[in-house]
């Protein structure tokens, strides 16, 4: 994940998103802090070069010279999405504080505040959690990271919503016990976050169909029979997850009790996400770091006491983590550098042993080797000694890509220069512009796309070529291109539902169709493969239809018993869509079949 630091008032980054806090190092300094703790300083730039990258015409009119720093931050640390807790984790990592505890604690008058959720959110999000920030301190900073470490989740671990959605209120602006429930879109009507007036849900989804922001969410609850919503005792709706809050309880500076709560399809998500927002924000509150917990009460009438905020501990031999990372430490040594990591550790029992209390800001730690992990980041991996194996290992190359670096050099001897495209391309280069249609390409898409060129893994090598060649039209004729990589297919008899297939494919381009080279192309490569011509145990081609091939100028090969491949003239309608002028020949042949 991008993260960009200010080198006054430092930005993080992350989703183009940017927060702020003090650097009081110097550049190089800096970044041998971000190595040293796992991170990677990426660029040093400026807002206004980012600007002029991103409209692309060289202008940033109003942008500042503030120094950016960009560096990359794991996708799994939550706890580093926001200043608070990047702040946290470097001062704890050079020793200057020590990591907090996190306490959860009972309202001091009253009782807890209560979250129903009723039996119809099954059809839609059936899971809540919640939690209450008592006597909070705002700042503009500091709302401004709380909003945007929420937006940072929602495109994170949320899923862009459609496993967890976050919901914030000011408490003292509504009245619990609060009812979360489903109804039909025309029965939910209320004023959403920055409008002026009331509307309904459907109204609501229509209204935001245009919003650069929220229509990205509309479809994870469009199409079902009921919305979700969130009720107070008064009847005021407190949000319609996933897509907005009301405006009613909408949060300000001046606002210090934070009622959060946490729709989603997900619990398990849903409780990480809600211990990362208040872990790092409870430091504001008048007791630091503290959070009052709320209770949840399900259909069943299952009642769960939320945020979790557990710590757990888990026992490791100094023994082992010496022998992973390559390092010969104390247990007192090994011990130390877990706790710089936010792991709070010390030496056990006969001394050999290391008792590791993990927070709930470290959801991360799932298995012995995340521990591991940390411990050979705060040792330093330019500090670890390099040894020799002390077995002798031998590599050798799978089959498949010691027959396609073979072929590759046979193939240029054979006159044809290489190519090397993009193994994702547009819905249009592998259907339309192939004069197919894209539900029987067995293609797989790309669920979130960031541009029209990049929409589905490739389901043939022969886009791409007729792409390269489009692009090199100007150069001298004949073109012959080839291309040996894979495609990649769906297929059910798979665990991931999806397969890669080696291909060979091969183009010629000159004013004729030039199929007397494709086919001799073909005899070639099976002569290198040791194929002989005939239908038992050899190959053959044999007549055949494809709609991206000239009618009657279509070839279907067979080679051991089974068909690997076409060849033939191209069509005229498959030319011209890849903004081509003459005629062009091409062969396609999976190579599997021949290990």
Do not use: W
Not at 7 to 30: G, K, Y
Not at 196 to 219: F, G, I, N
């Amino acid at each position: 994940m991008k993260i960009a630091l200010r080198r006054d008032i430092v930005s993080i980054r992350a989703s183009q998103q940017l927060m702020c806090f003090v650097i009081p190092t110097a550049d190089e300094e800096f970044d041998e802090l971000c190595f040293e703790f796992g991170l990677e300083l990426d660029e040093v730039t400026t807002e206004k070069d980012i600007i002029s990258r991103e409209q692309g015409d060289g202008k940033a009119d109003g942008a500042s010279d503030i120094v950016l720093y960009k560096i990359d931050v794991p996708a799994n640390r939550y706890d580093l999405l926001c200043l608070e807790g990047l702040v946290r984790g470097l001062q704890v990592f050079k020793e200057r504080i020590e990591a907090p505890k996190y306490t959860r604690v009972g309202p001091l008058n009253g009782e807890m505040q209560k979250l129903i959720i009723t039996e119809e959110t099954a059809q839609v999000r059936p899971h809540a959690v919640a939690a209450v920030l008592r006597n909070i301190k705002f700042t503009k900073d500091r709302y401004d990271s709380f909003i945007e470490l929420q937006e940072k989740l929602h495109q994170n671990i949320c899923r862009k919503r459609t496993l967890v959605a976050i919901g914030t209120h000011d408490l003292d602006t509504i009245s619990g016990p609060f009812t979360y429930t489903a109804k039909p879109p025309s029965e939910i009507k209320f004023k959403p976050l920055n409008q002026s007036k009331e509307y309904t849900a459907l109204e609501l989804m229509d209204l935001y169909k245009t919003d650069s922001q929220l229509r990205h969410y509309l479809h994870i609850i469009e199409d079902k029979p009921v919305y979700p919503v969130i009720y107070d005792s008064n009847g005021v709706v407190l949000s319609m997850p996933p897509i907005i809050n009301g405006d009613h309880s909408k949060i300000t500076l001046n606002t210090q009790n934070v009622f959060i709560e946490c729709t989603a399809t997900d619990r398990t998500k849903a409780k990480v996400v809600l211990d990362t927002i208040v872990t790092m924000f409870s430091e504001y509150c008048e007791k630091p770091f503290t959070v009052e917990a709320a209770q949840i009460i399900y259909p069943n009438e299952e009642t769960i006491i939320y945020p979790e905020m557990a710590y757990r501990k888990e026992i490791m031999n100094t023994d082992l983590i010496n022998k992973q990372v390559g390092i010969n430490e104390t247990p007192e040594s090994v011990a130390k550098l877990l706790t710089r990591m936010y792991l709070k550790s010390k030496v056990i029992g006969n001394g050999t042993q290391i008792e590791i209390e993990i927070p709930p800001t470290r959801a991360d730690v799932i298995h012995a080797c995340d521990i591991v992990e940390d411990a050979a980041i705060a040792y330093g991996y330019n500090n670890i000694q390099m040894t020799i194996p002390k077995t002798y290992t031998i590599a050798d190359q799978l089959p498949i890509n010691k027959l396609s670096e073979l072929l590759r050099q046979d193939m240029a001897a054979g006159g044809f220069t290489e190519a090397l495209t993009f193994a994702l391309c547009s819905r249009e280069d592998i259907a339309d512009r192939l004069c197919k249609d894209i539900a029987v390409t067995r293609a797989v898409h790309i669920a979130n796309p960031k541009t029209a060129e990049f929409q589905v893994a490739r389901t043939t090598l022969l886009s791409g070529l007729l792409k390269t060649i489009a692009a090199n039209r100007k150069m001298p004729l004949p073109l012959k291109l080839f291309e040996i990589s894979d495609v990649v297919l769906k297929d059910s008899s798979k665990d991931v539902g999806v397969r890669n297939s080696r291909r060979l494919c091969a183009v010629y381009y000159n004013k004729n169709p030039g199929f007397e080279v494709i086919h001799g192309l073909l005899d070639r490569i099976m002569q290198l493969l040791e194929v002989k011509p005939g239908k038992k145990n050899g190959y053959y081609i044999q007549a055949a239809e494809d709609s991206t091939f000239f009618p009657g100028r279509c070839a279907e090969i067979f080679a051991k018993g089974q068909s690997v491949g076409k060849l033939g003239v191209l069509h005229p309608d498959v030319i011209t869509r890849f903004e081509l002028t003459m005629p062009c020949s091409a062969l396609e042949i999976d190579m599997e079949p021949f290990l």
